[in-house]
């Protein structure tokens, strides 16, 4: 008999109407799941409690999640999870346990469960998914199954809110790693912002991901530059990744590109922002505080 694990964390899927809003209630999925599960399978569900919206969810949450899947001894692993941090997600458990040996399989909605919407096709889905063998981390959505490292959600409103950015693979054995204390933010360069204000953020932080315009170029401010090179300088990570959704960034192709790389930050490529803050997340939690 197959065996799934449900592990249910909140989010739109299993909300009601709140005085405030739609609000996380527990017995809204486990009902579902009675309702939709396939013969020859047995599912085990572990909630979450409280339930959370995704936007709380973080490094504790994501490294609970690891520990449920590193433990389980069955065929796959779906994961029950709000849309609005879903890509954060995604790049977290999709590098943390590169090489797991069963599918384990995000699902959300944009509409909770028994309101007529998305929430019953999108579960029905991830449930196929887990039993079909089909090993890594994947979001099942608006009836697709979307590889989860590259997530984007794209609209906030639309049923087809994903979309998934190819990324590098992560080779070698299962070797789940978990997430510790840092300090990391993804930062945005726009036209005029003030170098000073970009130090100050970098002065709170263990690592950045800096998004920066097309193919790698930003403004020609000497102080920004010198910013960035005093961040690096002390043991501050800063990976530079592109604006646009796809293409990557390209060292060497514009001058204006140049003072990021003179500085010492690094080159995401095609990472997405999501990606290169779990790859830096993790980098550091593999390496002692103070160090």
Not at 121 to 140: E, K, T, Y
Not at 158 to 177: I, L, M
Not at 226 to 232: N, P, V
Request: contains cysteine; charged residues 20%; negative net charge.
């Amino acid at each position: 008999m197959a065996k799934i694990l449900v592990l249910h964390t909140g989010g739109t899927i299993g909300m009601v109407p709140g005085p405030d809003g739609l609000v996380p209630a527990a017995g809204v999925v486990e009902t579902a799941l009675e309702r939709i599960k396939r013969a020859g399978s047995e599912i085990e569900l572990r909630a979450f409690d409280p339930l959370v919206d995704s936007a709380e969810v973080g490094p504790a949450h994501w490294n609970r999640i690891i520990d449920d899947v590193a433990g389980f001894d069955g065929d796959g692993v779906i994961v029950t999870h709000g849309t609005d941090t879903m890509s954060f997600t995604g790049a977290a458990l999709a590098q943390a346990l590169a090489g797991v040996g069963i599918p384990v399989v995000l699902c959300g909605a944009m509409h909770p469960l028994n309101t007529g919407g998305d929430a019953e096709g999108n579960l029905a889905l991830a449930l196929d998914a887990a039993l079909g063998g089909q090993v890594g981390v994947w979001l099942a959505f608006a009836g697709r199954l979307l590889p989860a490292a590259g997530l984007v959600k794209h609209h906030s409103q639309d049923a087809d809110a994903f979309r998934s950015v190819p990324q590098p693979g992560d080779a070698g054995p299962f070797r789940p790693r978990r997430f510790k204390d840092r300090r990391l933010a993804i930062l945005t360069l726009s036209p005029g912002i003030p170098a000073g204000a970009v130090a100050a953020m970098l002065a709170e932080l263990d690592g950045a991901v800096l998004r920066v315009f097309g193919a790698g170029t930003i403004m020609s401010d000497p102080k920004l530059e010198a910013a960035l090179a005093a961040a690096i300088a002390r043991g501050c990570r800063i990976r530079a990744v592109s604006r646009c959704e796809a293409g990557g960034l390209i060292p060497g192709t514009y001058a204006a590109g140049a003072p990021l790389w003179r500085a010492g930050c690094e080159n995401g490529g095609a990472e997405t922002p999501e990606a290169a803050l779990i790859r830096l997340w993790l980098d550091l939690s593999e390496v002692p505080q103070g160090s």
